[in-house]
């Protein structure tokens, strides 16, 4: 018994350490702008075998963790419809095929170069193609790319990687001593079986599924749903594997399955804290893996590979995409996120090692390598957004100001300066319009408006914009910063002219207050007030108290901005009502 103790205890050892690594490290690694990413990596290598020894094992670890990246994918299927998956054939068979075609006979160049024999620089180049979706995935979230276009033809490549790996694997196989010796019948049945996953997968999502949920819901089991979510895309990741094809195939065809479900949403928030977790534990046990000592032994030969795989595979990504014409910037972007090669390469490394095409060494240099490259990944993205090319804007079809006349001068006509333009231009006023989004500025031509493209932050185009001669200057940009930026010139070179200003929250009126604006609005004042009323209103109240309420919190309101602007932010708050039981009642 006290056996049994000893080894619980030590397996609860390693799994606070697992939690406490990955909450340390990825925090503080967000904070000084390095990423989750390269948190968890670092995190992993300090509590593996080469960091304070807590674990032996780590590609156990990682071999669990996988589910991770499988659990990822069925996510991004959920948002695939099979629509919108055909519209992205072009970019999967063509874009894709491209990509990897290009790749991996330039990265075999690379390893015949360094000295492999045709057949272990053929093995170690496809294998650094096989791009790391976990990485990727996870920088594109990030970001905010994954749903724009340009993600998604990074998705639509990762998709073709994923496909590849079958193929990739049946050429292992002729590459061993003695492959070329399996017939064409065996190669054929494994195509076969292949294809027959796929059908049986797509027959259970589009006859199983829906009525399996519809009868789950049914039962209003909560922990029911949430096991038969796991079930849906464990069981269909198994079932690719065992056609011999990707676990991450296999979840994200069940996702694309389900995405026109009725019950996709509830899949999503049934998987998503299970993805979050194990998706953190593979890049833990990847960092886990990152053996120290076969770095140490090999030290120029990793870092020569790394350097030469990661420039190679970039430039050749930067100049497929050009040749497709990408934009400059994201080709760019594109080379520093797909640079690194990926988890599916250590399956296949494993299976060349297991056909005697690489030696055991090769194989742990060969998996340092891979390593090592998803490690600087996260560097190169964050090089690549401090001194990469800014995304450029699009002013054709636009109008700068010059000489312009009005009254009012409105900067900024998103939702805000839209609906402040409507009395000025009901009472008759002449208005100029002035925004810095060129597709704001279309869409406004399309509903009768003329707006000029300008910056409201740089004195000449308040100028060209008629700022000296306005009557009134009103401030609607959502940027906080620019709205202070946009007030203090004005004021200081306009100040005769009264500026109205448009305020994100209490602390930015006051930032505006201080700037010198003659009036402020924070945009969700009016609007909560009226909401507040109706509220009373809805609940019983009469209309004449309402009214009177709204008075009354006006007052207050007015009254605590007043003490805020000269004793801060928390000079006032003795007149907000609060609904805790010890909260001050203020008459």
């Known amino acids: 018994m006290a056996v049994e103790a000893s080894g619980a205890a030590s397996e609860l050892v390693q799994v606070v350490a697992l939690l406490a690594a990955g909450v340390v490290a990825v925090p503080l690694f967000k904070r000084i702008g390095l990423g989750s990413v390269l948190g968890y990596l670092v995190a992993g290598l300090a509590i593996g075998p080469f960091g304070l020894g807590l674990f032996s094992d780590a590609h156990a670890i990682l071999h669990v963790a996988e589910l991770g990246v499988v659990m990822f994918l069925f996510i991004i299927g959920l948002e695939m419809e099979p629509s919108r998956l055909w519209g992205m ?42 791009t790391s979706t976990a990485i990727v995935m996870q920088l594109l979230e990030e970001r905010g790319s994954l749903s724009t276009p340009k993600g998604q033809r990074i998705v639509a490549i990762l998709l ?93 065809l069940a996702g694309v399955l389900l995405s026109e479900s009725s019950f996709r949403h509830q899949l999503e928030a049934d998987v998503e804290p299970f993805r979050g977790i194990l998706l953190g534990l593979f890049f ?82 060969l998996t340092a390598t891979i390593i090592l490259s998803m490690a600087v990944t996260p560097l190169m993205v964050i090089a690549f957004d401090r001194i990469g090319p800014k995304p450029s804007v699009s002013t054709d079809g636009v109008e700068v100001p010059e000489n312009l006349v009005g009254s009012a001068l409105i900067i900024g006509f998103g939702r805000f300066g839209q609906i402040v333009s409507q009395p000025l231009i009901s009472r008759g006023c002449s208005v100029s319009i002035i925004d810095t989004s060129p597709a704001y500025i279309r869409i406004a031509e399309t509903f009768g408006f003329k707006v000029y493209y ?38 200081a070179e306009f100040p005769l002219v009264p500026v109205l200003a448009r305020a994100r929250d209490r602390e930015h009126a ?72 010890d909260a001050p009642e203020v008459g």
């Open 160 to 252: 073709l990687e994923d496909l590849a790996i079958v193929p990739l694997l049946a050429i292992v196989a002729l590459l061993a001593p003695g492959g070329r010796e399996t017939g064409p019948m065996d190669r054929i049945v494994a195509i076969g079986i292949a294809l027959a996953s796929i059908a049986a997968l797509v027959a259970a999502g589009r006859w199983l599924l829906n009525p399996l949920f519809r009868l789950l819901a049914a039962a209003r089991a909560r922990e029911v749903m949430t096991a038969a979510a796991l079930l849906v895309v464990l069981g269909s990741a198994l079932a690719m594997q065992l056609g011999g094809l990707s676990m991450a195939m296999g979840a994200f």
């Open 454 to 491: 300008g910056d409201g932050t740089r004195l000449d185009i308040l100028h060209a914009a008629g700022a000296a001669t306005a009557r009134a200057i009103l401030i609607c940009v959502d940027d906080r910063e620019a709205a202070k930026r946009i007030a203090e010139i004005a004021k």
């Open 284 to 365: 833990l046990g990847v960092g886990m893996s990152l053996d120290l000592t076969v770095i140490g032994a090999n030290g120029a030969l990793l870092l020569t590979g790394v350097a030469a795989y990661m420039f190679v595979k970039s430039l050749v990504i930067y100049a497929v995409a050009r040749l497709l014409r990408a934009s400059h910037a994201e080709a760019l972007e594109r080379a520093a996120l797909m640079a690194q090669g990926g988890e599916f390469a250590f399956v296949l490394y494993a299976a060349a090692a297991s056909a005697g095409i690489i030696d055991g060494t090769t194989n742990a240099i």
């Open 89 to 130: 054939r072009r970019e999967i068979f063509g874009l894709g095929l491209a990509q990897v075609g290009a790749c991996i006979a330039a990265l075999t160049l690379v390893g015949t170069t360094m000295g492999f024999s045709l057949a272990v620089a053929f093995v170690a180049g496809t294998g650094f193609v096989l």
């Open 510 to 581: 006051i930032e505006l207050l201080h700037a010198g604006v003659a009036y402020q609005l924070r945009e969700t004042f009016e609007s909560a007030l009226a909401f507040g009323e109706q509220a009373l209103l809805t609940i019983g109240d009469e209309p004449d108290a309402a009214s009177a309420a709204m008075v009354e919190v006006r007052r207050r309101d007015s009254e605590r901005l007043d003490m805020e602007i000269v004793g801060g932010i928390y000079a006032g708050r003795d007149l907000i009502r609060g609904n805790a039981a």
